[in-house]
């Protein structure tokens, strides 16, 4: 069973792509900062991270940068509610593979995590 894990500050957020990827055969992992998702890929790789930018303390950006350090290859997409080109061209640069806007749309982050979690 593919596993991802999802890291947002914002429990609906969490709760509700735990809910929505459940139901499609794939086990959810969640972690509400980014220490707390560093916790937990040390504890297994995913196979595939969706990583919220902005988050109080450490951001989705520092966590990327933070796992490209540490030589861990995991798969991220950063999720967020704003269009900053700075962000998106440094995310890609450390090999972030996109990005999905907030609000969530259903069919975007179903194709976008599939995409990435199918062989």
């Known amino acids: 069973m593919p596993k991802i894990l999802v890291v947002d500050d914002e429990l609906d957020v969490r709760e509700f792509s735990r809910s929505f990827f459940k139901k499609r ?9 980014g220490s707390e998702a560093l916790d937990l890929i040390a504890q297994g790789v995913p196979d595939l991270v969706l990583l919220d930018v902005r ?3 450490m951001s989705g950006v520092d966590v990327l940068r933070e796992l490209r350090r540490r030589d861990i290859r995991v798969k991220v997409v950063m999720v967020s509610g704003t269009e900053d080109d700075e962000i998106i061209r440094e995310s890609a640069s450390l090999g972030s593979l996109g990005f999905i806007h907030k609000p969530l749309v259903l069919e975007e982050l179903q194709r976008v995590v599939f995409s990435h979690i199918t062989p």
Do not use: F, H, K, P
């Open 25 to 33: 055969g794939i086990e959810v992992l969640t972690a509400a900062d």
């Open 55 to 57: 988050m109080d303390g």
